[in-house]
């Protein structure tokens, strides 16, 4: 099937930076949309930023122009640029792909573990 790793979160201050990665491996056929969900403690999980097919972005009102989402297909792996970070920023990022694995009928969603991303003031 498919595993997603992510890496990159950590501590840092208001108004710094962090990159995070999310490459994917195993018996993939192909990949389509992948996309980062943040969860804050007590809160639901919610979108931060969306790549579909290559060439469009969406993104979360509250991340628009700090956060850039992009792709490295070659490797499999997507990226999540962060600038400016607010602490409100804080939480448990997930990378999440649509894909076809070799023993998925149809293309599937599927998580990685997380990683945390603290923000302090």
């Known amino acids: 099937q498919v595993q997603l790793v992510e890496s990159g979160g950590g501590l840092v201050q208001a108004g710094g930076s962090l990159r995070l990665s999310c490459a994917a491996s195993?018996?993939?056929?192909?990949?389509?949309?992948m996309a980062w969900y943040r969860q804050a403690p007590g809160q639901q999980r919610e979108l931060v930023a969306r790549l579909i097919n290559d060439d469009s972005t969406s993104y979360a009102d509250s991340v628009k122009g700090r956060f850039t989402i992009s792709r490295d297909n070659a490797k499999n792996t997507v990226f999540l640029q962060m600038s400016s970070l607010k602490p409100e920023d804080t939480g448990v990022y997930y990378c999440?792909?649509?894909?076809?694995?070799?023993?998925?009928?149809?293309?599937?969603?599927?998580w990685g573990q997380g990683t945390q991303v603290t923000v302090s003031s």
């Open positions: 999440n792909v649509i894909a076809n694995g070799v023993d998925d009928r149809f293309p599937r969603g599927y």
């Open positions: 195993g018996r993939i056929i192909s990949i389509y949309n």
